[in-house]
Nanobody, 121 residues
Framework: QVHLVESGGGLVQAGGSLSLSCVASGPTSESYGMGWFRQAPGKEREFVAFIRTGSPYYGDSAKGRFTIARDNAKNTLYLQMNRLKPEDTAVYYC????????????????WGQGTQVTVSS
């Protein structure tokens, strides 16, 4: 069973940057899909980005500002977030699974505990 642990959240001013990390322990491979979701207070969990092999895939809120990457040798997933906005404030979750539809949360079978990102105006 894969275990995911996120880190890197915090408080940042609007326009700033943050980098999140997610370390995976357990049986993974390059074919194991990994993604980021986020959930703001009172809102549904939202797809942010996904990567497996090949090109990464982004949700509309992340396009042009966020970059997802993974280091398979370190079993680590990253999310570089630039030009942050107050509406990016949320708990960010790392997720993994043998995913066919990256935006479908139900296809991810492992989730991290989440890391808080707060963007002040």
């Amino acid at each position: 069973q894969v275990h995911l642990v996120e880190s890197g959240g915090g408080l940042v001013q609007a326009g700033g940057s943050l980098s999140l990390s997610c370390v995976a322990s357990g049986p993974t491979s390059e074919s194991y899909g990994m993604g980021w979701f986020r959930q703001a207070p009172g809102k549904e969990r939202e797809f942010v980005a996904f990567i497996r092999t090949g090109s990464p895939y982004y949700g509309d809120s992340a396009k042009g500002r966020f970059t997802i990457a993974r280091d398979n040798a370190k079993n680590t997933l990253y999310l570089q977030m630039n030009r942050l906005k107050p509406e990016d404030t949320a708990v960010y979750y790392c997720a993994g699974g043998w995913v066919l539809n990256p935006q479908n949360m139900d296809q991810y079978d492992q989730w991290g505990q989440g890391t808080q990102v707060t963007v002040s105006s």
